[in-house]
């Protein structure tokens, strides 16, 4: 199980696209090739982390 991480710097919005979809649809095809699975995604902003399938205010944490 791996743990998936984007960062930006972009304000986080709710709705699609999120920041670096294609990456982290990418990211997570070649480890599900390699046998991993993805036990979370998480969404870091200069202010807040969140859930990256979830919105902005889903489980968001603020520093």
Known sequence: MSIEEAYTSEPQKPGPPKPHAATITALTC???E???TIRDGLLVGDKAVSQYDGGPRDGLTCY
Request: glycine fraction near 16%.
């Open 34 to 36: 390699r046998g991993m």
């Open 30 to 32: 070649e480890l599900a």
